[in-house]
């Protein structure tokens, strides 16, 4: 026969147990909430006036190469925006931020931004011997196109 004390011991044990489990989707539910908030505020940056007009400027500059453009233009518009891309790079390598919102935000511009900085950063690479120059930058534009490949691949 059970008695009243067992009884009361597993209805503590369940209260706790249902405790930890409510926690737990709680804790879930939190980091999620902070990952979009960071990804929200960056993309907020992204949209700034400041951020727009030096990625303009940069796009629609012409130049023979890096020493060429900093001659002419200087070099803040392009420390702004590799700066930019090399953030959500790194906070995409520490998994603050989640490779599906990147994608959903990011994609197209950071292809467009690497492609039209990749022969400068790859030269100013060399040339000062600095390999880590917007090294996350680079990280975060291959793993969008992991990423792209990989759903190209689950739709075929």
């Known amino acids: ?26 804790l879930r539910d939190l980091v999620k909430t902070r990952q979009t908030d960071l990804i929200m505020r960056v993309y907020s940056h992204y949209g700034s006036e400041e951020f727009q007009i030096a990625f303009d400027k940069f796009r629609q500059r012409k130049t023979k190469d890096i020493h060429d453009y900093e001659e002419k233009y200087g070099r803040a518009e392009f420390i702004v925006i590799g700066t930019f891309f090399e953030g959500i790079g790194i906070l995409l390598r520490r998994h603050l931020i989640d490779i599906a919102l990147v994608d959903d935000l990011f994609t197209s511009p950071t292809k467009l931004a690497w492609s039209e900085m990749k022969d400068s950063i790859i030269e100013v690479r060399k040339e000062y011997g600095m390999p880590t120059i917007f090294e996350w930058f680079e990280y975060l534009y291959n793993e969008l196109k992991k990423r792209e490949q990989k759903l190209q691949q689950s739709k075929a």
């Open 1 to 26: 026969m059970v008695d009243i004390t067992e009884i009361s011991a597993m209805v503590a044990a369940t209260g706790v147990l249902v405790g930890v489990v409510f926690t737990v989707l709680q």
